[in-house]
């Protein structure tokens, strides 16, 4: 058995990852337009010496008020945008990566390959960039779309994306600026390499207008379980952020992702998977009882059923306090019938079942001592169904002040999670090995092959 | 004849606006691609009480090598994204504006938008976007085109994007965020305002998921002096960063522009126009010359000849020190040719020559003591030439650092500019008039009708 220490992210986006974040007595409900609100949050994170924090997003909002009403009474709308919220964060920590997700579905690959060195530059060599295809119309809406694109176009376009944005960032290998000031030579022309990518979704000439990064390249992350997004974290990423709820599950998709590596050369370390886990922590299984219940107790009904609405239709007609009927209006009927077996199987009520659905980020969920909350921890660490895990709190910054203060002491009295960054980058922090510019690489091999 | 105060801004790409500026032997070379270094100018502005800090950019880097070899001793390659650096900025600055530029060409309006409103917000209202248009195949093959598109075409395209992005940024009223969490209303429904633009270049239907910005939305500049980009400006800009060479021409865009405003009901004291100065300063003129000199002294020949490169073809071949040859193979003829009569009309040289090209920015050029460069900048002033300046250092930081030490003392001697900042918003310092939310003007107009 393995004997391994874990890697954190904080995972931030609006209040935090429970429906009623904004409506707790102690969070300012406009933090999500507050850089201050961010920066106090990714400092507890820092003090924690979490690998780093991480920002989802999306590039457009819900538009349905379905019930009439729950729109307006949600807070997930008006946020600050992450790369530029990073590169501020940057400013002011000194440790702690730096991760945001940005669409391959409505981006250019230069524009993405450019904001990320330059992040990973401001940064000193902290960033790293969660890559997704964007799923919503109401993103096509804001992008001259009448209609998203279709599943394999998404992914087909997401892989070229990837190689373009990976192939710009080798651009200039990193010894390329020689900056001789007597002959004035700025860079040695031999290290500079133009990319002239031509595929089927983009022309990218290239180079890169932007220098090599600490980390080489930033660190690559993908998210999501769909089998094209596997494959692209199989052959590119460094990190996966997974949504696994229970431990046979998490070492299934564990395992099949890292044999999914082979094929493209990587050895399994080489990847780290971490599941989102929402925690509700207190010194006794009571005090966290009663913080959850708080806040299950200010899910507003409309937000909740809102929640429902896409399998369930309107349920506003219905009893809340009465059994969840029969799913009719579902738009993916199999999701839905999921949904509503569950709901059969452990007899809940309409109220119980938002409240189910809203108090995390559809991941794992994790109530009670620092003890209760390490050992599953502990335990997916040892049965290799997590390399480590994505914190994503009930509400900010209280659910990651409770996890700085209670379970990462008792993750260090256990040997799980390090007191001190062993490095200044997140690549290194990460343990992942130094990333070589594909054209050096080439070069060393091409010398020591004529040796 | 009006006593008026002037608005400062710097221009910062690179390591300054001299061809040789990496050369000189107090510059670090690698300063383009390092954080520290634009903090350093940005806090040496900050300290001067400049209005803000300003990036050009570009989203590609030259392509041709000519003469052969020049490539690679010009230091205008690899640089840190502005949007990005400037968020960094926010964090580490207090009251100084932070504009840069973003093409119309290969961006959506939707991200231009949401960056600068995010910008703003993270910098309590510091933020301004330079609209400009791309005009290089360089960039174009960035962004899977094999030709950069027509003038027509862009600056149709510009004014749409425009539209797009003010609208994007009115969707949601200043108080538009209630925040009440025992009713569990989170913004009122009524004070959000689906875009639902649908015109020749793009479909949008926001609204923009990033919240009201303390300007009420980030100062607009223009740059550039096409007569379509004057109109944008003259419809839209807060700011014009003009490039203009001597006092006649520079009177004659000023009223020009101004003149525009009317048509759009709008007030000329509404736009500040500034033009960009290089200035040279010493202690006596003989400094100052002895600065220029050794700056000029660093202009390697394969630079120097390949910013003749368009006019004049191939000039290697040709004796530096002998006359300027008529431009046979220029791509602009009329640009060409006026660049040759100049060069006879002052008996220049092919050194010369070049090295009154790499001086600076292209735009005005003021060299000796702080009342002789101050003499001009109050006439410019007087004469309705400028509101104001944007300066184009030779060489950062000692060109901002120069300024601030010599200048700025002497133009604040004669009432012209600042000693504090009088707002901590841009368009506060600007002297603009707050920025009314157009629905909340509409409703205010509706209200007053009905009285």
Same mark, same amino acid.
């Given at each position: 058995?393995?004997?391994t220490?874990?890697?954190?992210?904080?995972?931030?986006?609006?209040?935090?990852?429970?429906?009623?974040?904004?409506?707790?007595?102690?969070?300012?409900?406009?933090?999500? #337009?507050d850089?201050k609100?961010?920066?106090?949050?990714?400092?507890?994170?820092?003090r924690?010496k979490?690998?780093?924090?991480?920002?989802?997003d999306?590039?457009?909002?819900?538009?349905?008020?379905?019930?009439?009403?729950?729109?307006?009474?949600?807070?997930?709308?008006a946020e600050?945008?992450?790369?530029t919220?990073?590169?501020?964060?940057?400013?002011?920590t000194?440790h702690?990566?730096?991760?945001?997700?940005?669409? #391959? #579905?409505?981006?250019?690959?230069?524009?993405?390959?450019?904001?990320?060195?330059?992040?990973?530059n401001?940064?000193?060599?902290?960033?790293g960039?969660n890559?997704?295809?964007?799923?919503?119309?109401q993103e096509?809406w804001n992008?001259?779309?009448?209609?998203?694109?279709?599943?394999?176009?998404?992914?087909?376009?997401?892989?070229?994306?990837v190689?373009?944005?990976?192939?710009?960032?080798?651009?200039?290998?990193?010894?390329?600026?020689?900056?001789?000031?007597?002959?004035?030579q700025?860079?040695?022309?031999?290290?500079?390499?133009?990319?002239?990518?031509?595929?089927?979704?983009?022309?990218?000439?290239?180079?890169?207008?932007a220098?090599?990064?600490?980390?080489?390249?930033?660190i690559l992350?993908?998210?999501?379980?769909?089998?094209?997004?596997?494959?692209?974290?199989?052959?590119?990423?460094?990190?996966v952020?997974?949504?696994?709820?229970?431990?046979?599950?998490?070492?299934?998709?564990?395992?099949?992702?890292?044999?999914?590596?082979?094929?493209?050369?990587?050895a399994?370390?080489?990847?780290?998977?971490?599941?989102?886990?929402?925690t509700?922590?207190?010194?006794?299984?009571?005090?966290?009882?009663a913080?959850?219940?708080?806040?299950?107790?200010l899910?507003?009904?409309l937000?909740?059923?809102?929640?429902?609405?896409?399998?369930?239709?309107d349920?506003?007609?219905?009893?809340?306090d009465?059994?969840?009927?029969?799913p009719?209006?579902?738009?993916?009927?199999?999701?839905?019938?999921?949904?509503?077996?569950?709901?059969?199987?452990?007899n809940?009520?309409?109220?119980?079942?938002?409240?189910?659905?809203?108090?995390?980020?559809?991941?794992?969920?994790?109530?009670? #001592?620092?003890?209760?909350?390490?050992?599953?921890?502990?335990?997916?660490?040892?049965?290799?169904?997590?390399?480590?895990f994505?914190?994503?709190?009930?509400?900010?910054?209280?659910g990651?002040?409770?996890?700085?203060?209670?379970?990462?002491?008792?993750?260090?009295?256990?040997?799980r999670?390090?007191?001190?960054?062993e490095?200044?980058t997140l690549?290194?922090?990460?343990?992942l090995?130094?990333?070589?510019?594909?054209?050096?690489a080439?070069?060393?091999?091409?010398?020591?092959?004529?040796?």
């Open positions: 058995m393995r004997k220490q874990m890697k954190l992210g904080l995972s931030m986006r609006y209040l935090g990852y429970h429906d009623a974040a904004w409506r707790h007595p102690e969070v300012p409900p406009g933090g999500a #337009t850089f609100y961010f920066l106090n949050s990714a400092r507890i994170a820092e924690g979490f690998d780093m924090v991480f920002f989802a999306g590039i457009g909002i819900r538009a349905d008020d379905n019930p009439p009403g729950s729109l307006a009474r949600s807070n997930r709308n600050l945008e992450p790369l919220l990073l590169s501020a964060l940057a400013a002011s000194s702690i990566g730096l991760v945001s997700t940005a669409s #391959t #579905t409505y981006n250019e690959p230069f524009h993405i390959a450019r904001k990320f060195a330059s992040l990973d401001i940064s000193g060599g902290r960033a960039w890559i997704v295809t964007s799923w919503s119309e096509a992008f001259s779309r009448d209609a998203h694109l279709d599943y394999d176009t998404r992914y087909d376009r997401a892989k070229e994306f190689d373009v944005v990976t192939g710009l960032w080798d651009s200039w290998e990193a010894d390329a600026f020689v900056h001789d000031k007597a002959s004035g700025f860079y040695d022309p031999a290290k500079l390499h133009v990319l002239n990518h031509r595929g089927k979704h983009f022309s990218v000439r290239g180079p890169l207008n220098p090599p990064t600490p980390q080489g390249r930033p992350v993908q998210a999501g379980a769909a089998e094209q997004g596997q494959e692209i974290a199989a052959a590119n990423a460094d990190v952020y997974a949504a696994q709820v229970d431990l046979a599950g998490a070492k299934a998709y564990y395992a099949g992702l890292k044999a999914r590596m082979a094929k493209y050369g990587r399994p370390d080489l990847l780290k998977v971490m599941p989102a886990v929402t509700i922590v207190g010194r006794t299984r009571a005090e966290a009882q913080k959850f219940d708080q806040l299950q107790e899910i507003d009904p937000v909740g059923l809102a929640s429902l609405f896409n399998a369930f239709g349920l506003s007609g219905h009893p809340l009465g059994p969840v009927p029969e009719v209006n579902a738009k993916v009927r199999s999701i839905a019938y999921n949904m509503w077996n569950l709901a059969q199987r452990e809940l009520t309409i109220r119980q079942f938002y409240q189910k659905k809203s108090a995390g980020s559809g991941g794992l969920l994790l109530k009670g #001592t620092a003890e209760d909350v390490a050992d599953v921890m502990e335990q997916w660490i040892d049965e290799e169904a997590a390399d480590g994505n914190l994503t709190p009930t509400h900010l910054p209280h990651a002040e409770d996890f700085v203060e209670l379970v990462v002491p008792e993750l260090r009295r256990r040997g999670f390090r007191s001190e960054y490095s200044t690549r290194g922090n990460l343990g090995p130094e990333y070589v510019n594909r054209h050096t080439g070069r060393q091999r091409t010398a020591l092959a004529s040796d």
